[in-house]
């Protein structure tokens, strides 16, 4: 069979588990084929051989089966950076570019500030910022030991060096430091929403998703601790739920920050709070 008419077929046979399905199968077919999704288009009647439909089919039932593509293929995009992904690690998802879009909105091209990345992950936010930003410092803050070495595979793969890895939860291995800006994306689905045992969130760490009955835990201790940690005025910046934007921008109001917005992804969605710190708890 050839590209053209695999891609049809693989697309209806990924519809009832993905919501882009044929995304997937241009990946999963780029994967198999060892090319670019640009040779998809520009050799639409080349036919597979055997070897490459076998690695294709296997391709396709792991991700008929739930498994993310991302996890499939080991690699995710984020922010123009071909990053490393694993299951010890939450996917980078393209809303989450919008966190980083904020916070470069904030920071000078040529500053040597320093930044505070919590919750890292795979070290995406880390690392787009520090390739825009190469005067600041980042540092990178992450519990898991297994996601803070992709994090750091990642960065070595990159040549990106202006970011420091720490293990530890949260602030804590950040006591005695300060930073102009502090941003995260961290856990904020409530603990209980259905939504964690289906489709892609099944395969993800769920410390990296679910914090406390109402989605909120993790992120109340980000807005109570950083102003210990900023350079006032300093900014913090947090990723939250599609629903949770005024209970974000409630507690940073009322523990309070300065200049506190809700900033909305493409779909018209508040999706990052952000919050100044003016007050004097925080010093450089």
Known sequence: ???AHTLQQIAE??????????????????????????????????ELDEAQAEALEKLVERRQGGEPVAHILGKREFWSLELAVSADTLIPRPETELLVEAALARIPEQAEWAVADLGTGSGAIALAI??????CRITAVERSAGALAMARQNASALGIANVEFLQGEWFAPLVGRRFQVILSNPPYIPENDPHLSRGDLRFEPRSALAAGADGLADIRQLVSGAPALLCPPGWLLLEHGYDQGAAVTGLLGAAGYAEVADLADLQGHGRVAVGRWTGTDGYC
């Open 1 to 3: 069979m050839d590209i």
């Open 13 to 46: 046979r990924l519809a009832a588990v993905s919501d882009s399905a044929r995304l997937d199968a241009e990946l999963l077919l780029c994967h198999a084929l060892g090319r670019p999704r640009s040779y998809l288009y520009t050799w639409p009647e080349q």
């Open 130 to 135: 520090a390739s825009e930003r190469p005067r």
